[in-house]
């Protein structure tokens, strides 16, 4: 089955500066990778997803690329502030196999002031 | 829509009791995901469902573990028995299968003690 990993698990940056977390996954039939954001006591909410047919995508202060050859996806976040700081988690699923999602194990991000 | 909606959202039993967690999904969702989180194994998919059908249940621990989804709109994760390592919040998560974007309910924290 698809294995997703997610790197680094824990990311602490300067209010302001940029974050990037970096996923691979194994399965080169997947073709839907989502990002979730988790704040704490809360459910993951989606903040950004991407298709197998591109290769880049933003959405104001947040991007992501992702590289099918080498089967990896990244979340970049710019000038990062304090309510950025949560446990994002990347996805990886098949449309053929129901949208299975396959999470990573999750980046635990700290915005410091 | 009120989106994804579990109950209850907090369960404290026994060791040893039966245990059920139900689940409504988004109406039009034709995929439903029962998900488990902890701090140490993270998002684990336990099962999931494509059109009331269960499609791959190879995430569900043992045997104790069993899931089910009568009609369109309900779901239910039961445990019997409950045992200490249970406790974890379990998520329902339900996505329109042509989309793939998956919305989670609230969870629902579980303690067995």
């Known amino acids: 089955g698809e294995n997703v990993e997610q790197h680094p698990s824990t990311l602490s940056v300067q209010e302001g500066d940029s974050a990037v977390i970096k996923c691979t996954y194994s399965?080169?039939?997947?073709?839907?990778f989502p990002w979730y954001k988790q704040e704490l006591g809360k459910r993951p909410q989606l903040i950004i997803d991407?298709?197998?047919?591109?290769g880049e995508k933003k959405d104001q202060r947040i991007a992501v690329t992702l590289n099918k050859t080498a089967k990896h996806f990244s979340l970049h976040i710019t000038e990062t502030q304090p309510e950025d700081s949560a446990v994002y988690f990347c996805?990886?699923?098949?449309?053929?196999?129901?949208?299975?999602?396959?999470f990573g194990g999750g980046t635990r991000v700290l915005v410091k002031p | 829509d009120a989106g994804v909606i579990q109950s209850p959202r907090h369960e404290v039993t026994e060791m040893g009791q039966e245990v059920t967690l139900r689940c409504k999904p988004i109406s039009g969702h034709n995929s439903l995901f029962w998900y488990r989180q902890t701090m140490m194994r993270g998002l684990e998919l336990l099962i999931y469902?494509?059109?009331?059908?269960?499609?791959?249940d190879s995430g569900m621990p043992e045997d104790r573990f069993s899931a089910k989804m009568p009609n369109a709109s309900f779901s239910t994760l039961k445990i019997q028995p409950s045992e200490p390592r249970d406790s974890a919040v379990y998520f329902c998560?339900?996505?329109?299968?042509?989309?793939?974007?998956?919305?989670f309910g609230q969870g629902t924290r579980l303690t067995v003690v």
């Open positions: 991407i298709r197998s047919n591109v």
């Open positions: 998560a339900s996505s329109f299968g042509g989309l793939g974007e998956a919305f």
């Open positions: 399965d080169s039939a997947s073709n839907y």
């Open positions: 996805a990886a699923s098949i449309k053929a196999a129901g949208n299975k999602l396959t």
């Open positions: 469902f494509n059109n009331n059908v269960p499609i791959d």
